[in-house]
């Protein structure tokens, strides 16, 4: 079946698209990003670089991480990450709805489509 995919660009070096949401979301299921990132077959150092990305590209924090020790570290979403988020994944529910038939109509033209 053909998918949408929803990428938002705020400007040409800041975008956000569904591989960052996904780790936003995976950062607060699993509470760190070094989890979150192996959760997705991502490097350690990718997922920070991501979240250091994420983080600059908004005037707060949408992830904030504590460093380790004897207490561990760790990392969760902001109220502000948890808010962009609901509102991607809103975006996200509206445009599937929107376009679905056009994206049926578009897989049955496909050189790819399914042969039943």
Do not use: C
Not at 34 to 44: D, I, L, Q
Not at 83 to 111: C, D, F, G, N
Request: aromatic share 4%.
């Amino acid at each position: 079946m053909a998918r949408l995919s929803i990428r938002i660009d705020f400007d040409p070096d800041d975008r956000l698209g569904p591989g960052k949401v996904l780790l936003l979301e995976r950062i607060a299921r699993e509470g760190s990003i070094a989890a979150a990132g192996r959760s997705m077959n991502m490097s350690y150092k990718r997922a920070w670089e991501l979240v250091a990305e994420i983080n600059a590209g908004f005037a707060t924090p949408l992830v904030a991480a504590q460093t380790g020790g004897r207490a561990g570290g760790g990392a969760a979403l902001t109220p502000r990450g948890e808010e962009l988020v609901r509102h991607y994944r809103a975006i996200e529910r509206k445009a599937l709805s929107a376009t679905a038939i056009h994206l049926k109509a578009l897989q049955a033209i496909s050189r790819r489509r399914r042969r039943g």
